[in-house]
């Protein structure tokens, strides 16, 4: 991530004043525990668990790390159904654990696996499901649940695009067995480098917490294979900052979203991915879909909209499934994954960041309809 302030890149890490963070440091350094659930850990459990509307969770130093070990805290193994539209780390978290990702399409309108086409990947192998709630639209929760019921499967969130998004039942992260949340530096809230597994009560939490601490119970008894997956006290000390200004942020994002799409109303060959209704959404992204209609091809406006300064991002282009440790896959061929290639070959996620600007939008919308 660059932070040449010429160029307009496609998030900007959301930073509070600094002076507010220097009080927090005094602490840890007057208290000299660094790490190992120390006071502002626990503090940012508590605050995130209230903030988010969910009972447990366990933080993490990174949402990969956290991934890894939600799949070993379920003892999932064999083959795990998730999609080929994510950011690699979701099935590189199924690698990690020796499992066999398979992939199945996504849906159309939401980026999301496509439950009519989760049973069909059904082997009896088979364990869980993966799914993203891609730019933090909330998957088909209900459909995915009841087949997990039928088949008996355990049902993974990968949350790192969903952090405060909520349903008309509340936090879109109760859905399934667990959720995990990333909170590196360019995702809506940040901890520098840090995630989080969101789970249903107080054994899983327990769980989960020996082992991202190499398995440790207590002082002489270790009960897993655990890994190193603790959140030091700085990034727990930056969260709880972060989280005072996390309203304020969202809002922005929100301005930003609609003068977006009020600018690109009408841009021939240009579609705005569809609001989201059924959600609180936190505008994390502004994907756009660059259609047979438009004057150019997506590559030709991404390059375009990089001449001027401007670099949004082809999420996700390539497909995890393009990835040279999956493309030999079966469930990996091109024929399978026709509206996940379509979706890669016209999506370009345009720059949304609560400090972009009414004149930076203008900017960036005009360059895409002139
Ligand atoms: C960011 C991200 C991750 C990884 O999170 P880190 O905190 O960077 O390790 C996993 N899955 C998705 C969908 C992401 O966007």
Not at 118 to 125: D, H, K, R
Not at 324 to 340: E, T
Not at 341 to 354: E, G, Q
């Amino acid at each position: 991530m660059s932070t040449d302030p010429q160029q307009i890149y496609v998030t900007q890490p959301y930073l509070p004043p600094l002076d507010e963070f220097i009080p927090y440091l005094e602490k840890i350094w007057e208290s000299r525990q660094l790490t190992n659930n120390g006071p502002f850990h626990q503090q940012l459990e508590q605050a995130l668990g209230e903030y988010l509307g969910v009972e447990h969770i366990a933080l993490f130093t990174n949402g990969t790390i956290a991934l890894i070990t939600a799949l070993q805290s379920l003892r999932i193994t064999g083959e795990v159904i998730t999609t080929p539209y994510s950011f690699v780390a979701t099935s590189h978290a199924l690698l990690w654990n020796g499992i066999k990702p398979v992939f199945v399409d996504i849906e159309r309108d939401t980026f999301n696996l496509d439950p009519a086409k989760i049973e069909a990947a059904i082997t009896p192998q088979t364990t869980a499901i993966m799914p993203v709630h891609c730019y933090g639209r909330s998957c088909d929760v209900a459909a995915i649940q009841a087949i997990a019921d039928h088949y008996n499967l355990k049902v993974i969130y990968d949350a790192a695009h969903a952090f405060g998004v909520r349903d008309a039942g509340g936090s879109i992260l109760r859905h399934g067995d667990l959720s995990v949340l990333s909170f590196h530096a360019t995702k809506v809230f940040n901890t520098f480098e840090g995630g989080a597994i969101v789970c249903p009560d107080a054994r899983t939490k327990l769980r989960i917490d020996h082992l991202k601490n190499f398995g440790f119970a207590n002082e002489t008894s270790v009960v897993a294979p655990g890994i190193n997956g603790k959140m030091s006290e700085v990034n727990a000390a930056f969260g709880l900052l972060q989280l005072k200004h996390v309203d304020r942020a969202l809002a922005r994002r929100r301005i930003v979203d609609e003068t977006y799409r009020e600018h690109l109303r009408g841009v021939k060959g240009i579609r705005c991915a569809q609001v989201d209704r059924v959600n609180h959404s936190n505008h994390a992204y502004f994907p756009i879909l660059v259609e047979a209609g438009y004057s150019m091809s997506r590559d030709d406006l991404f390059q375009k909209l990089k001449d001027n300064g401007i670099h949004p991002r082809r999420y996700f282009y390539p497909l995890i499934t393009d990835f040279p440790m999956y493309r030999g896959l079966p469930s990996a061929h091109p024929d399978r994954l026709p509206v996940a290639i379509d979706a890669a070959n016209r999506i370009l996620c345009l720059p949304i960041f609560p400090d972009l600007d009414t004149a930076q939008i203008g900017t960036i919308s005009r360059l895409i309809a002139g």
